[in-house]
């Protein structure tokens, strides 16, 4: 297992580096940032040169990423053009980002497995007919319309929540803005969940465990949902990254200042620094999300093992 986690931690380097690299080239070519700190009025040349030279931006792209990573394992992910560190800007952005996700992912884990399940062991009756059907509609509609709605009917037609959260997004605040972010997840991990229950519940080891006379609920428990559980574990944990990074909607429609506003407000103003940054602990936050999934698929099968 040790020597597993090492080789994975090695492989991670190259990824890690590739990812931040395309990042920032895309970042890069995408608009001229000048621009963006000069607002609608064009600059001068010398003041475009001088800032420039101000943020590093008149060397080569190659230059500036080699400064960038730098200054990265350094701890300094730079300063946006506001003069604010970007790191301070992370502080204030990632806890808030962090609660929503972990509201997020608790109502696909708990909701999603859960109808799974249910829907898994009673496949082709009405209650799996009316979840497929609920799953569908929640896939098929966009997550703004989702959030909007729950706002208008919730929040201001019958005031059971805030219509927007406070800055300091305690957990309470969250639960309606984390049903938004999860609820295209939720549907896919309810349907990922039914459909392998579905499949194992026919597997010979099953067959095996209810021919020893097993209690029902222990074959469900130890045999049955910890293999089925494998590939639910996959998609939420890539779905971590993803929802922290995909929040840009849901924090707008909320008013919430996580990570998803300050991505939006570091593209809209062409802020290289701020995107960069917040992109880079994304990746980081991706691959040690699929490190542990993988290091999860011994718990729940014990035949893997690592050498």
């Not at 230059?63 to 990265?72: C, N, S």
């Not at 300063?79 to 808030?96: I, R, W």
């Not at 067959?207 to 559980?229: D, E, Q």
Request: charged fraction near 15%; hydrophobic fraction near 50%.
């Amino acid at each position: 297992m040790g020597r597993y986690v090492v080789r994975r931690l090695l492989q991670m380097v190259p990824v890690f580096v590739g990812s931040t690299l395309l990042i920032f080239l895309m970042v890069n070519v995408m608009g001229d940032p000048v621009a963006g700190l000069c607002g609608e009025r064009a600059c001068d040349p010398a003041t475009a040169a001088q800032l420039k030279r101000e943020f590093g931006l008149d060397k080569p792209v190659w230059q500036q990423y080699l400064t960038y990573m730098g200054h990265l394992f350094s701890g300094d992910f730079g300063t946006a053009f506001n003069g604010q560190k970007v790191t301070e800007l992370m502080g204030t952005a990632f806890p808030v980002t962090i609660r929503l996700t972990i509201v997020a992912i608790l109502f696909e884990i708990v909701i999603g497995v859960t109808l799974g399940v249910v829907t898994g062991l009673r496949r082709g009756r009405p209650v799996d007919t009316a979840v497929l059907l609920l799953t569908l509609v929640v896939i098929s509609v966009p997550t703004f319309v989702t959030g909007l709605l729950l706002q208008l009917l919730l929040g201001v037609k019958w005031a059971w929540i805030r219509p927007s959260v406070s800055p300091d997004a305690a957990f309470g605040e969250l639960i309606v803005p984390g049903l938004v972010l999860a609820s295209v997840s939720l549907a896919y991990v309810t349907r990922l969940t039914r459909t392998s229950i579905a499949e194992n519940k026919r597997a010979d080891y099953v067959r095996t465990a209810i021919a020893k006379g097993l209690p029902r609920r222990r074959v469900i428990t130890r045999h049955l949902l910890r293999n089925s559980l494998i590939p639910v574990v996959t998609f939420i944990g890539t779905d971590i990254g993803a929802l922290m990074g995909g929040a840009i909607v849901t924090e707008r429609i909320f008013n919430i200042h996580g990570v998803g506003y300050q991505l939006y407000q570091g593209i809209l103003r062409q802020n290289t620094q701020t995107v960069v940054g917040f992109v880079t602990v994304l990746v980081l936050v991706f691959l040690v999300a699929n490190l542990l999934v993988d290091l999860l698929y011994a718990v729940l099968d014990p035949r893997i093992r690592y050498a």
